[in-house]
């Protein structure tokens, strides 16, 4: 039983574009998530997160939205950039501080 | 935020044979974990590396598979035993102080010949 998915295993985007990465959850105990980027070869490094009281977090070109009615969260990544090509992983938690589940990740393409 | 090393980055066994794997921190931290990332696959969490006490396993994870051992805040270690090709996989541990996000080692490749 998959509690946290992102139903698109890969997305192409051109340079300069918006990038959206979708993650849907089941779990109505989830209360914090946060979103990964991993690499080849390093571990996933953290991204940005959001608190189910908010409804957007931003941090640079990196917003995150929560839709907590509909369980499902957001990543927008404008402008996108070919550095940003990587895999990004959805993950959720009943709260900060607590073992993490991970979607199955999606693969982004930037190109120039 | 914490710096992790894990080691070995990557590693070929013999079927049959274990491998440990450390991690170690450049701080105390109150929570350190173990992932597995089979090939094409997401972050499944085997266990939660307890200070002093045995490990917490996850559902589908036994200790007699995969003995962890955290003597101390900023160290711990996963043994992966009896080596079989299913085993072909990334490892990673990351850790948690306080309410900070959750924190990767770089993981370790292992291959089973």
């Known amino acids: 039983d998959q509690q946290v998915k992102q139903n698109s295993p890969s997305l192409s985007v051109q340079e300069g574009r918006i990038s959206i990465l979708n993650c849907d959850y089941t779990n109505s105990m989830f209360d914090y998530f946060l979103w990964y980027k991993k690499y080849p070869a390093e571990g996933p490094t953290f991204l940005i997160s959001?608190?189910?009281?908010?409804d957007k977090n931003e941090d640079g070109r990196f917003t995150v939205f929560l839709n907590k009615s509909a369980k499902h969260l957001s990543l927008h990544i404008v402008p996108s950039q070919p550095g940003d090509s990587a895999v990004y992983f959805c993950?959720?938690?009943?709260?900060?501080?607590?073992?993490?589940?991970f979607g199955g990740g999606t693969r982004l393409m930037v190109k120039p | 935020s914490a710096v992790i090393s894990q080691k070995p980055s990557r590693d070929i066994c013999q079927r049959g044979t274990s491998l440990t794997i450390q991690c170690q921190v450049d701080s105390q931290v109150t929570m350190m974990f173990w992932y597995r990332q089979q090939p094409g696959q997401s972050l499944t969490l085997i266990a939660t590396a307890n200070q002093g006490s045995e490990a917490t396993y996850e559902s589908g994870f036994v200790i007699d598979k995969f003995p962890i051992s955290r003597p101390n805040l900023t160290f711990s270690t996963l043994t992966v035993s009896n080596l079989s090709p299913e085993d072909s996989s990334i490892y990673l541990c990351?850790?948690?102080?306080?309410?900070?996000?959750?924190?990767f080692g770089d993981g370790t490749r292992l291959s089973i010949l």
């Open positions: 990351s850790v948690l102080h306080g309410n900070q996000p959750q924190h």
């Open positions: 959001i608190s189910s009281i908010k």
């Open positions: 993950a959720a938690s009943p709260n900060a501080g607590n073992m993490l589940t």
